[in-house]
């Protein structure tokens, strides 16, 4: 269950830190409405290099699909070479 609380608690923010976890970030609102959410710097440092290689991947296929697939053996050799 997601840990939500009003930024107003924040004026005990050593509280609401203690609630942070890797696993378990904490979800602040203003006005009744999602507005921040506190990670722990590890999730967030994984959140990062993720999106990173997604962008990659895809920048990978839309390459592909433009000017064609390379063969297992033409990597290879160009690896290698």
Do not use: C, Q
Not at 34 to 58: H, K, T
Request: charged residues 30%.
């Amino acid at each position: 269950m997601p840990t939500i609380k009003p930024v107003s608690e924040l004026r005990n923010y050593n509280n609401v830190l203690r609630e942070v976890t890797a696993d378990k970030p904490v979800f602040l609102t203003k006005n009744g409405h999602g507005r921040f959410a506190i990670v722990d710097i590890r999730a967030y440092e994984r959140l990062r290099a993720e999106l990173e290689l997604m962008s990659a991947l895809a920048e990978g296929e839309e390459s592909a699909r433009k000017h064609g697939w390379v063969s297992m053996d033409s990597a290879m050799e160009e690896l290698e070479g």
